[in-house]
C-alpha cells in the first residue's frame, strides 16, 4: 500500500513473482508476471508513477478483493504514467514485463501535483485592465473540466481559467506560448462549465471583438490530456 503523503519510492522486485491473468491484460499477455502496489488519493489531482530498470508499469482501477478481472484497466504497460486520480478511488500499479521474466529489482515512485488555484472556472483569474500579461501562469496539476469534448478538445484535455470582462467594445488579442492553447468561451460557470458557450476553439492566439459586460473565459490547456508546464 503506497501511502500519504507523496512522492513516494520504494525498491522491490518481481523475482519470484507469477502471473495474475489468464488472458492478456492491459497491453501485455497473460503470462507476464510482476507485483502490485495499491494507492487511493485523498482528492482529485494528477499523478505520476514511474519504475526502472526495463520494468513497466499498468495501472487498473477498482478493487480485486474477489478477482483480478473485476479491475478496469486505466493505463496500458509503459515505464512512465500520467493520470488524473480520483479521490477515494482505489489504483492498482502492476510492475512487470510485458511477457514472462525470471524478474529483477527496480525502483517505484509515485508522485502529484498540487492544484492550480485557477484550476476551476469559477476560480478563474481576473484580468482587471489590458495590456495584461502573467509571466507564472502554470497548467501543472490541472485537472480536466468536461465530461464531453469542449470547444475543440477532447474531454480529457486539463488546464486554467482566466476572465476578462470589456468595459467597451473593442478588439482583444490573447496568446499563450509554451505549446499550450487558448479555447474561448463567454458567459457564466457558477453553475456549470457547460452553461458556458465557445466563442473560438482551440488556438495558441486568439483575437475576437469584446462586447461591453460580457464575461470572457479563456481555458488554457493542450488538446488531451497532459500533466501541464509553465
Not at 97 to 108: D, W
Amino acid at each position: 500500500i503506497i501511502t500519504n503523503p507523496l512522492p513516494y519510492q520504494l525498491t522491490g522486485t518481481t523475482s519470484g513473482a507469477t502471473a495474475d491473468f489468464t488472458t492478456d491484460s492491459c497491453g501485455a499477455y497473460p503470462d507476464a508476471n510482476g507485483v502490485w502496489y495499491t494507492y487511493i488519493p485523498g482528492s482529485s489531482r494528477v499523478l505520476t508513477a514511474t519504475v526502472n530498470n526495463g520494468q513497466r508499469l499498468r495501472v487498473y482501477e477498482g478493487s480485486c478483493a474477489r478477482s483480478v478481472t473485476d479491475l478496469t484497466c486505466l493505463e496500458q504497460d509503459n515505464p512512465s504514467q500520467s493520470f488524473v486520480g480520483v479521490g477515494s478511488v482505489e489504483y492498482k500499479f502492476l510492475v512487470s514485463k510485458q511477457v514472462f521474466s525470471p524478474g529483477s529489482s527496480f525502483t517505484i515512485t509515485v508522485d502529484d501535483y498540487d492544484v492550480p488555484s485557477n484550476n476551476d472556472c469559477v476560480d478563474g483569474t481576473v484580468i482587471p485592465s489590458l495590456p495584461y500579461q502573467d509571466d507564472s501562469g502554470t497548467t501543472e496539476g490541472a485537472l480536466p473540466d468536461f465530461e464531453d469534448a469542449s470547444c475543440g478538445a477532447y474531454e480529457d484535455a486539463n488546464g486554467v481559467w482566466y476572465t476578462y470582462t470589456p468595459t467597451a467594445a473593442r478588439i482583444i488579442v490573447a496568446s499563450v506560448n509554451q505549446d499550450q492553447r487558448l479555447r474561448l468561451y463567454s458567459g457564466n460557470c457558477a453553475r456549470s462549465v457547460n452553461d458556458l458557450l465557445c466563442e473560438s476553439q482551440y488556438f495558441p492566439t486568439q483575437a475576437f471583438l469584446g462586447l461591453p459586460g460580457v464575461q470572457y473565459r479563456f481555458l488554457v490547456s493542450k488538446q488531451a490530456f497532459d500533466v501541464g508546464s509553465a
